[in-house]
């Protein structure tokens, strides 16, 4: 269904609608979407913004490996889940390289790899999510080691998804020791090798980010940092991360990323003193440790959901899936691909009950329209400002515009493949 976004304006994907006509008596409520109320995402100063240059604070659940749990993903359910039931904004879907996965696998084809990140890209787009595409560099942990299957895949993905106002694109998961000279297997673990400096994650941003921008032109870019992710803190000290302050990105609309084990992890303060320099997204973090036998911690969860809540970085927990161990995980393994997913659920982990906690407190302004709005004019569409408005009747996308605070329709109404 992505193959005409395209021909459309990215800022306005978000109000493709289906040649089906609406009629108040066959609609029965809107839905105000993360998408639909903030639009083309883009960087100003060290925040994420809307279209309108609101700032945004994105939540939301990554997933784990495709390869591992596909039938758990199948067709998008617990995705969606994650929009309806869970309040998400924004999934990562978390593109392993290795362990089995994207360029690694033995037994899956990388055209059904493709097939699932489209799936899975579908339904965020359907619920009005943002999605995070994330290159999960991880064993090996240096960039450019997969630097042209890297070019490869966001040449073939930008030029895809690139016309989506929904996607934001993860370069480099967590650049790490690594070795250089040989493919690790998929059993032996991180190398010990040379540490990776920002210079070279940023010599491979500076290829990869240009090949992005041809297809998806102004997208939101996230570049891994060193140290797994930690701006190099967790190696080399708090003050790490000056160097990427002193020395960063030159393109537009770039993010650094940040991850986060509460348990294990005592290094808060240092990402607090960043983020006064540099705009930040954690793409992943949780309440245990780093570690599969680590225990929650959720003193020290709390307080980095404030720190990320006071100074506006976006955040996706990791993970949504049904993994045992079940530590980091919101479902318990019991849970089947149909669900349920209901987050008050007996199925649900206390890990789970954690993060639909911290999903449910108070967000961004836009987050305080109501979900469900009446349709009383416009033949069942709904005037809210200058906000692009999704209808929705019986599960399925029945149609959208952008209207004026007046109620007159900015925008004619934009047809798109069914």
Same mark, same amino acid.
């Given at each position: 269904m992505f193959a005409n976004f395209r021909s459309v304006p990215a800022a306005l994907a978000v109000a493709l609608l289906s040649a089906t006509a609406i009629s108040s008596a066959a609609v029965s409520s809107a839905v105000i979407t993360p998408v639909a109320a903030n639009g083309k995402l883009h960087v100003n100063g060290n925040f994420l913004c809307n279209q309108k240059g609101d700032t945004v604070q994105l939540r939301g659940l990554a997933t784990h490996g495709m390869q591992w749990f596909n039938k758990f993903y199948a067709d998008g359910q617990v995705i969606e889940a994650a929009a309806d039931q869970w309040g998400a904004d924004v999934i990562r879907l978390t593109v392993y390289l290795s362990?089995?996965?994207?360029?690694?696998s033995k037994t899956i084809k990388r055209e059904q790899f493709d097939a699932w990140i489209d799936a899975y890209v579908n339904a965020c787009v359907r619920k009005g999510m943002y999605v995070i595409l994330d290159w999960h560099v991880h064993k090996p942990g240096y960039p450019g080691y997969y630097l042209n299957e890297a070019k490869a895949f966001?040449?073939?993905?930008?030029?895809?998804?690139?016309g989506?106002?929904?996607?934001?694109?993860?370069?480099?998961?967590? +650049? *790490?020791?690594?070795? &250089?000279?040989?493919?690790?297997?998929?059993?032996?673990?991180?190398?010990?090798?040379?540490?990776?400096?920002?210079?070279?994650?940023?010599?491979y941003a500076d290829q990869v980010i240009p090949i992005i921008r041809k297809g998806a032109p102004n997208a939101v870019v996230l570049v891994?940092? +060193? *140290?797994?992710?930690? &701006?190099g803190i967790s190696t080399k000290g708090d003050n790490a991360w000056q160097e990427i302050a002193d020395h960063p990105l030159s393109f537009p609309n770039v993010m650094y990323v940040i991850h986060y084990y509460a348990a294990s992890h005592g290094f808060q303060g240092a990402f607090e003193k960043a983020s006064a320099r540099l705009p930040l997204f954690a793409t992943e973090w949780a309440t245990a440790g780093f570690q599969e036998t680590s225990a929650n911690d959720p003193a020290k969860g709390q307080a980095f959901v404030e720190m990320l809540r006071r100074h506006r970085i976006g955040w996706t927990y990791w993970n949504?899936?049904?993994a045992t161990p079940g530590i980091f995980a919101v479902f318990d393994s019991t849970t089947k691909a149909t669900g349920p997913f209901a987050p008050t659920g007996g199925n649900v982990t206390p890990?789970?009950?954690?993060?639909?906690?911290?999903?449910?407190?108070p967000g961004d302004a836009w987050k305080d329209l109501p979900t469900r709005l009446a349709l009383e004019r416009r033949g069942g569409m709904h005037s809210a400002g200058s906000l692009p408005v999704l209808v929705w009747a019986e599960g399925k996308l029945r149609g959208g515009?952008?209207?004026?605070?007046?109620g007159r329709q900015a925008l004619p109404r934009l047809r798109a493949e069914p």
């Open positions: 362990e089995g996965g994207y360029l690694t966001f040449e073939k993905t930008s030029a895809k998804y690139g989506l106002p929904n996607v934001l694109w993860e370069i480099c998961n967590e +650049p *790490s020791s690594a070795s &250089l000279t040989a493919q690790q297997s998929d059993t032996t673990g991180t190398d010990a090798g040379h540490y990776v400096e920002w210079s070279e994650i940023a010599q891994g940092t +060193p *140290s797994w992710s930690t &701006l949504l899936s049904n890990t789970g009950k954690l993060v639909y906690g911290w999903l449910s407190e515009a952008i209207y004026q605070a007046d």
